[in-house]
Every structure is written in C-alpha cells, then in structure tokens.
C-alpha cells in the first residue's frame, strides 16, 4: 500500500495552494481518508476528512471555511484545497487512508500514511 502526497510549496500569505495524495495497492475507494499536518516542534494534527463517497466531510475549527478536501475515487486520489492560507498553515502535511469507511479524526485509525508534503506559509 502506498500513498504519494504532492503539491506543496511555499506560499505568500493569502494565498492557496492543492494538494494531492494518490494511492496504490488498496481498495481505496472503499475507506475514508484523511488529511494530517504536523508543525515544527508540535505534535500531528487532524485537518480534514472525507468519506468513502465523498459525501461526508469534517474539518478542524481552524481550517474550516478555507480549506475543502474531496476525492475522485475512479483515480484513487484525494484532494486538500486551501485558501486563504495563514502562517499558523505551515506544516507538512500527510495524506492516509483510514480502516473505516465513515470519517474519523482518530489518527490511531489510519492504518497507511503518506510520506508527507511541505507547505510553508510566508507573512
């Protein structure tokens, strides 16, 4: 199983940027999937999540209303559309692939991870 998350960079603030992730190897259109960040010197954080349909979605209080996450199941890939991007944003960001097909912000329930994206945020 393998997920290869793309799209960062570096990003004035205000500004936007999507991420992708890709998965191979599973069934991945069967199970939820799930966005995680981890800042320098602090512990990974829940951002998004989306159900196997994509007709479910939740966000962390400090993304919502700016960042939108969705799938295309027929390509295997997931989806992180942030606007309106702040520096507090910059982190890198990690794509997985949850055991449930509800959504779910446990990160204990994610079972395969991808290897991470850099997004910095500049003020």
């Known amino acids: 199983v393998q997920l290869q998350a793309s799209g960062g960079g570096l990003v004035q603030a205000g500004g936007s940027l999507r991420l992708s992730c890709v998965g191979s190897?599973?069934?991945?259109?069967?199970?939820?999937m799930g966005w995680f960040r981890q800042a320098a010197g602090k512990e990974r954080e829940f951002v998004a999540v989306i159900n196997w349909s994509g007709g479910s979605t939740h966000y962390a209080d400090s993304v919502k209303g700016r960042f939108t996450i969705s799938r295309d199941n027929a390509k295997n890939t997931v989806y992180l559309q942030m606007n309106s991007l702040k520096s507090e944003d910059t982190a890198v960001y990690y794509c997985?692939?949850?055991?449930?097909?509800?959504?779910?912000?446990?990160?204990?329930?994610?079972?395969?991870w991808g290897q991470g994206t850099q997004v910095t945020v500049s003020s």
């Open positions: 997985a692939t949850s055991s449930l097909t509800i959504p779910t912000l446990s990160s204990n329930l994610y079972p395969y």
């Open positions: 190897g599973r069934a991945f259109s069967s199970y939820a």
